[in-house]
């Protein structure tokens, strides 16, 4: 097949995501109503397989590590490459104060921790249906596609819960993608960037990151008896105070964070109790700081505790390692992504401390993970900044986050484009 033929593949598929665009629309309006949270996307992954079927995608796996979906596209055209294609598709524990009119009011009562309201905070529905559209346009030209087009839909990217197992590597692990030897992985995520602009940094442009759970076990005691018993909380509130000191004992040029965010206390108002049970995460841009920031977070839990008498537990689970978009990688996208979206609307964002497993896709796979802009926002000076009159800068994981409907289409473009050049590549 011809360059010419590659063209005019390319202008034909993007003819019909223009065609497409509605109905993508009226999925991810439906999906952004019905949020399910980490490993609970049974009705999520039903929709996504059945949208597969109808589409006549040749091959459509379920059930893997939970509710993970892949569908198998097999061009009609030789050629060895075979592009993996991603989306992940699970919501937050997080009310909806979008203000759109198909705004969750779903409540899942059986989470562990729950009740919580659910709802797509992060914006993956919109990568779910951006993948479908994707697929649903390439397999109209099927016969036209030189190799295989791998679509995994992912669950519980957003850690599954603390006694389950989920997410990227659980499904490389069951065997998701056994078989099919991918020559590429390829991803995008949501952002509060200005509409339809493309972000992508070579080099380590999402972080490395692990949850950490440090208990510090005391003794139970009447709460006017302190003295009788041994009291978890001061060692608690020493090492929240003690994390600020983290920071000054790594290199300030390299980007780390240490975030406690809940605590289970099992005492009252007249019970000191057995123990307390720290919650957090860590989060930097390389495997070496997070190696050497883990080894500070134990080093100053156990050495709290064991100053008020007690003794911590410190575990660090749910290790994900950073996105690297390789120089060589982000090389043979970029004009994929320039013909998508033009060479002004391609930019290099600052790295950030936000973690996606893709990463084990990327660096079982090569390819790269890229952010695409779907707020009312531009850049002035460098810096992004809210339109007059627009719906602001919202981030993700917050009540009110947005994405714009019309951006969509253009995730559907990168995917298929991306997907095409590199299976032309392949030849
Ligand atoms: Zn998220
Ligand atoms: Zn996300």
Redesign the pocket.
């Known amino acids: 097949m011809t360059a010419d033929s590659r063209t005019q593949l390319l202008a034909d598929l993007d003819r019909r995501v223009a065609a497409t665009a509605p109905d993508m629309v009226s999925w991810r309006h439906h999906l952004h109503a019905h949020p399910e949270l980490s490993n609970r996307e049974e009705k999520t992954a039903s929709f996504v397989a059945e949208s597969l079927r109808s589409m006549g995608v040749d091959d459509v796996r379920t059930g893997i590590a939970g509710h993970g979906v892949v569908g198998v596209l097999r061009g009609g055209q030789a050629g060895d490459g075979v592009v993996v294609l991603r989306a992940d598709m699970d919501a937050?524990p997080v009310p909806d104060e979008s203000g759109v009119d198909f705004a969750s009011h779903a409540v899942d009562d059986t989470y562990p921790g729950g009740p919580f309201p659910v709802s797509h905070?992060?914006g993956?529905d919109c990568h779910t249906a951006m993948l479908l559209g994707a697929m649903r346009v390439l397999c109209e030209h099927a016969d036209r596609i030189p190799g295989t087009v791998v679509s995994v839909f992912q669950p519980a990217?957003?850690g599954a819960p603390i006694n389950e197992v989920g997410g990227a590597k659980a499904m490389l692990e069951a065997g998701a993608l056994k078989g099919l030897d991918p020559t590429m992985a390829f991803g995008m995520h949501v952002q509060p960037y200005p509409k339809g602009m493309v972000s992508i940094l070579s080099g380590n442009q999402f972080a490395a990151s692990c949850m950490v759970r440090i208990t510090i076990i005391g003794e139970q005691v009447h709460g006017s008896t302190p003295w009788q018993g041994l009291d978890p909380m001061p060692a608690v509130g020493a090492i929240l105070t003690g994390i600020g000191q983290i920071y000054r004992r790594n290199d300030a040029a390299d980007a780390l964070t240490v975030s406690i965010g809940h605590l289970d206390d099992v005492g009252r108002f007249n019970v000191i109790g057995r123990k307390v049970t720290m919650w957090g995460t860590i989060r930097s841009l390389t495997d070496t700081v997070m190696a050497q920031a883990q080894q500070q977070v134990r080093q100053l839990a156990e050495g709290s505790a064991a100053a008020m008498g007690c003794r911590a537990e410190v575990e660090f689970l749910q290790p994900v390692p950073a996105v690297t978009n390789t120089p060589e990688w982000v090389d043979s996208v970029s004009q994929s992504l320039t013909e998508v979206v033009g060479t002004d609307n391609v930019f290099e964002p600052a790295p950030t401390l936000?973690y996606d497993d893709v990463s084990e896709f990327v660096n079982a796979y090569g390819g790269v993970y890229v952010g695409l802009g779907v707020q009312d926002t531009h850049f002035v000076d460098g810096q992004v900044v809210p339109i007059e009159g627009g719906r602001g800068i919202v981030p993700?994981?917050h009540p009110a986050f947005y994405a714009d409907d019309e951006t969509l289409a253009t995730g559907v473009r990168l995917h298929t484009h991306v997907a095409v050049d590199h299976l032309w590549s392949h030849i």
Do not use: W
């Open positions: 937050l905070a992060c993956h990217e957003e936000g993700n994981h």
